[in-house]
């Protein structure tokens, strides 16, 4: 049984102030397999403290002493991705084949670094000086599905900017947390720079929003919860940067080719067994061409090998926890109530599988704008296939949706295509399966979030602005802000 006893505040490995300890359960055998010992509020208190007291050496550090800390940050991730890939099959399930969960997080601190180096921190309008400082103490809050790249996509571009760090993990990843703090250490982050406090939402998540010596929080999570970090955090008027929950549709055009459309949305939609939040959950496919669809639908669904995630073959695990299986559960079972169609999945365990929290890849069709699985976002490998009449009408189904974070378009007739992305209320959209890039912003419309991570953008969430006048020579020198 492994121990995390542990917090990471000021540059070392100390003890929480309290006493309570929870069990990480393995979701493949339904068992514990970590202990980790929860901080408080007094631990908020303490690791705050450091990061105020760092951010007054840490802030004023050159371009060059942080593009080197990256590198060092980088050369240390890498020397233990093997190590991460095993532990998150172990504290979440995701299949060690599943590579991209561990080598994505170097590749995001490469772009960040790039940026850093080409980003101009002053530039000039009139006769004014604008700087872009950092903004100070951060408390980033990060989720389990993407246990690892979450928390280095907030931490990388926080160091880029100058802040400092108060970090939290889910309770569901606090292993994997735990390893990337000893990363950091091992790259030699200065004390008080990073910290890492492991709790509860309830507690250490609304310590870290409301506390006064907090500057900026950027969270990750569901809408709910971002909600009550929104409330919290602004008793004290700190920035908000939130990424909350989606359900994203993909409108398949009448002139797409159905094949790749259908292949292609049930590998994004149950990737990460379906734990994702950019996740096309909703494909919205013209009334005539449904049946045409559905064969694709269940060949692709058939080809994931369902098992232990530590079997380098196994291309889904299960979901993350007893309580995540019963919710999706739930969700398919109304769909049933409501009168969808299900044709493929369901209820029952997969064959084979008599133990571990696994989910059947499941598929309805017949599905109405106003049904529960159309509506709710369900976090799980569950495809709702929503009929939709014209192309005005596909648009209208897209967005009426409390979310708006992904977005998905197939078709032949590029410009017609372009018409409907523009007309998608989400904060990314991507053509025929087009991958996305780390230079690029992320982040949703409505109550799918505040704010944009990743990239220039990304790095400015950390940042505040200021003028400055009366320095009018100096200013005639700096670089353009944007090149």
């Not at 359960?25 to 908020?44: C, K, N, Q």
């Not at 004290?236 to 359900?247: A, F, I």
Request: one cysteine or more; proline letters at 6%; charged letters at 20%.
């Amino acid at each position: 049984m492994k121990q995390y006893p542990h917090l990471y505040i000021d540059g070392q490995w100390t003890e929480p102030a309290g006493s309570r300890v929870v069990e990480l359960i393995d979701p493949t055998r339904e068992e514990p397999f970590a202990h980790v010992t929860l901080g408080t509020a007094a631990d908020v208190d303490r690791a705050v403290a450091a990061a105020r007291k760092a951010f007054e050496t840490f802030s004023t550090t050159t371009v060059e002493e942080r593009i080197a800390l990256i590198g060092r940050i980088i050369d240390a991730y890498e020397a233990r991705i093997e190590e991460f890939s095993e532990l998150i099959a172990r504290e979440e399930g995701i299949p060690v084949a599943n590579r991209a969960q561990v080598t994505g997080p170097a590749q995001h601190m490469r772009v960040a670094r790039e940026i850093l180096a080409q980003y101009s921190f002053e530039t000039h309008i009139g006769n004014a000086i604008v700087r872009r400082e950092p903004i100070g103490v951060c408390a980033l809050i990060s989720p389990w599905n993407w246990p690892i790249q979450t928390g280095v996509i907030k931490l990388i571009y926080a160091l880029a900017a100058g802040c400092t760090i108060v970090a939290k993990p889910s309770i569901n990843s606090a292993a994997s947390g735990a390893l990337l703090a000893q990363v950091l250490h091992e790259a030699k982050v200065p004390a008080g720079v990073f910290n890492l406090v492991n709790g509860t939402g309830r507690e250490v998540g609304d310590a870290l929003s409301r506390h006064p010596g907090v500057d900026m929080i950027s969270f990750t999570g569901s809408t709910g919860a971002g909600q009550q970090v929104g409330a919290a955090a602004a008793e004290t008027v700190k920035r908000v940067s939130l990424e909350l929950g989606g359900k994203s549709a993909n409108i398949v055009l009448p002139d797409a080719d159905l094949e790749k459309a259908a292949r292609w949305n049930i590998q994004r939609a149950f990737f990460n067994a379906g734990q994702s939040c950019h996740a096309p959950t909703r494909m919205l496919v013209h009334e005539d061409q449904i049946d045409q669809v559905v064969p694709f639908l269940v060949d692709e669904v058939q080809r994931f090998r369902l098992g232990d995630p530590l079997d380098p073959t196994t291309t889904m695990g299960p979901v993350v926890s007893a309580a995540q299986y019963k919710s999706i559960r739930d969700l398919i079972q109304s769909g049933i109530n409501e009168g969808a169609r299900l044709v493929t999945g369901g209820l029952e365990r997969p064959e084979g599988l008599d133990q571990g929290y696994f989910i059947q890849p499941t598929v309805f069709t017949n599905v109405t704008p106003e049904m529960t699985i159309a509506r709710e976002e369900i976090f799980g490998p569950v495809l709702a296939v929503i009929p939709y009449k014209d192309q005005d009408n596909a648009l209208r189904i897209a967005n009426d949706s409390p979310y708006g974070l992904g977005g998905y378009v197939f078709g032949e007739d590029e410009a017609n295509a372009r018409r409907i992305a523009n007309g998608l209320r989400a904060g990314r959209v991507s053509y025929n399966g087009a991958p996305t890039d780390s230079y690029t912003p992320m982040g949703g419309y409505k109550q799918s979030g505040i704010g944009r991570s990743m990239g220039r953008f990304g790095l400015e969430e950390y940042l505040e602005i200021k003028s400055e006048y009366g320095f009018e020579d100096e200013a005639q020198t700096l670089p353009a802000l944007f090149g």
